[in-house]
Each structure stands twice: as structure tokens, then as C-alpha cells.
């Protein structure tokens, strides 16, 4: 199952919901800064969740708007839903990134190449960083919610520790005194 499949379907394990509605929610969350679900994916999902059985859907008529396709989960799927909830937060695995097939490379470069793509990373990780923090900070309803709460202090820690892992890596790097 995919990354998006499994936040659909919690998403209506938490109640029926449109389309648009789903991405609502996701923007809403700021589920952007941990996983990658672009809007027209969202009904791609939605359609192969269907085909595959795992939800269904019907139309409803709303006052003043046209009459919308409302998503809901089957009950025997919430069961599926659970088990793989607790699975992600029992497991140690991260999903690979292309960073570190980088870092295994990354001694094809000069060590001032090196050092200039780390730098970069590390911007580009404050930058995340003050994004999560502005979006946190408009949000003060999420801070009293621990679940959310915890999807935005989570990948602050992580960007904090992985910040100061960069600039004990960069150090060593300059401090080499041969080629990298």
C-alpha cells in the first residue's frame, strides 16, 4: 500500500470526506512537510482505493454547490487501518533517501564540492525548519492536540539533530588534511 493510500484511508477512518475536502485536511495539517501527496494524486488514490475494495463512495447533494462524491471506509478496512498504523510507529525503518546514496558517492567529489553540497542541505534544512515553525506558530489549536503536536515537534528534532550532524561532518571534512 502506498504512502498516500495508508493517509486517505486514516483520513476516513476519521469520517466520510470529499475530495477536496481531503485536501483541506492535508493542507490544513501541513501533512506536506512529511510526505509528498500532490493534489491530483489524491483522486488517483482514491480511485485505486476503490477499485481495490477498500472504500467506497456516494453522492451527496450540498446546499448551494453542485453534488459531490463523499469517500467513506468500509468497516472490515479499519481493522487493516489500525494494524498499519501501529506497525509505522513500532518500526525503526525509514523510508531511503536519495541523500544517502549521495553521502556513499560522495568521495567522487572535491572535498570543497562536498562541503559546498552540505552547506546547501543544511540551508535548505533551515529553511524547512522555518516553515514548519511559521505554520506551527499560526496554528495554536494543533499545540493542544498531541498527535499533531507531534508531527511538527518530530521533524523539528530531526532538522535540529541532523543540522548539527552536518556541521560536525563539515568540520571534519575541513579539518582532513587530504584530499576527500
Known amino acids: 500500500m502506498t504512502q498516500i493510500e495508508i493517509v486517505l484511508l486514516a483520513l476516513l477512518y ?12 492535508i493542507e490544513e495539517r501541513n501533512m506536506r512537510n512529511w510526505t509528498k501527496i500532490g493534489f491530483s494524486s489524491i483522486y488517483n488514490a482514491l480511485k ?4 481495490k475494495k477498500l472504500i467506497c ?5 450540498a446546499y448551494g454547490s453542485p453534488t459531490r462524491k463523499v ?3 468500509k468497516d ?10 501501529k506497525r509505522t510507529l513500532q518500526s525503526p525503518e525509514r523510508v531511503y ?4 546514496i549521495g553521502l556513499a558517492f560522495s568521495h567522487l567529489l572535491t572535498k570543497d ?14 529553511d524547512r525548519q522555518q516553515t514548519i515553525l511559521r505554520n506551527y506558530s499560526k496554528q495554536p489549536s494543533l499545540q493542544n492536540t498531541i498527535h499533531l503536536k ?13 543540522i548539527e550532524w552536518i556541521d560536525d561532518l563539515i568540520k571534519d571534512i575541513q579539518e582532513e588534511k587530504n584530499d576527500y
Do not use: W
Open 14 to 25: 476519521e469520517k466520510d470526506r470529499y475530495g477536496y475536502e481531503m485536501e483541506s485536511v
Open 113 to 126: 564540492e562536498v562541503v559546498e553540497c552540505l552547506t546547501q542541505y543544511r540551508k535548505s534544512l533551515e
Open 150 to 162: 507531534a508531527l511538527f515537534t518530530h521533524p523539528l528534532k530531526l532538522i535540529e539533530t541532523e
Open 71 to 73: 469517500y467513506f471506509i
Open 97 to 100: 533517501s536519495e541523500f544517502s
Open 48 to 51: 485505486n482505493l476503490e477499485k
Open 76 to 85: 472490515d478496512v479499519k481493522t487493516t487501518v489500525r494494524g498499519i498504523i
Open 57 to 61: 463512495s456516494r453522492y451527496e447533494d
